[in-house]
């Protein structure tokens, strides 16, 4: 079964430079989630989309952004990379509507970015 | 506020023992779901189960069941049998009803020597 496509898988950045990862959700789903993970910790809601449209927002930093295309993959966007960024960056897809605590998200295998 | 505690940080066990991984959660709603999920060491996060507020019904799904009781807040993850395969670190998480946010516990590392 096809299952939630994130690249790239590894990304090495300077500080201050820009970074972009993209998400390819599993077929017929049409919620995207990201989320961060720093070395040793539990993931951090970052953002979501449903039908293209943001669906809800957590601890994303506004050097980020995000969107979902018309075929429903997602890009995140960082700028003005700092240290702390370094982190794996998951996506997540659900066929569930948005905003709705009931979904399964199936997540990709992470996009680990190294900002040195 | 909403929290998830797993107060286990690591847990090591010899193949064969059962083992059981504590989770503690904290919310206001009274619609809520919680979940487990598996991190091996490849690093990805693989979905185990998700139960409703209004489900307390046990569940066991080969080696491996959950006890959610609601008055304790508790949705305990027991394996039976475990394996070194089981080793990874597994995470309890809580979302509420309307938002697609999930809330990760800090994780409980378990590993399974052969």
């Known amino acids: 079964a096809a299952g939630v496509i994130q690249s790239p898988r590894h990304l090495i950045k300077e500080k201050r430079e820009t970074a972009t990862l993209k998400c390819y959700p599993i077929?017929?789903?049409?919620?995207v989630y990201w989320y961060q993970q720093g070395p040793g910790q539990d993931p951090q809601f970052l953002i979501s989309f449903y039908e293209k449209m943001q669906s809800d927002k957590g601890s994303i930093p506004d050097r980020f952004s995000a969107q979902q295309f018309s075929d429903y993959h997602s890009e995140l966007n960082m700028s003005s990379l700092e240290l702390g960024d370094s982190a794996l960056y998951f996506c997540a897809s659900s066929s569930g509507q948005g905003n709705s605590g009931a979904n399964v998200l199936t997540f990709g295998a992470g996009s680990r970015l190294t900002v040195l | 506020a909403q929290k998830v505690t797993q107060a286990q940080t690591e847990i090591s066990v010899v193949e064969k023992e059962d083992v059981t991984l504590d989770c503690v959660y904290e919310t206001r709603d009274t619609t809520y779901y919680l979940f487990w999920y598996k991190q091996p060491p490849s690093g990805e996060l693989v979905f185990l189960i998700r139960r409703n507020s209004f489900d307390e019904q046990n569940e066991i799904s080969g080696r491996y069941s959950w006890n959610f009781q609601k008055s304790t807040s508790s949705f305990n993850f027991t394996i039976t049998a475990s394996q070194v395969v089981d080793s990874a670190v597994y995470f309890c998480?809580?979302?509420?009803?309307?938002?697609?946010?999930?809330?990760f516990g800090t994780g409980t590392r378990l590993q399974v020597f052969p």
């Open positions: 998480a809580l979302s509420e009803a309307d938002t697609d946010k999930l809330i």
């Open positions: 077929p017929r789903h049409d919620t």
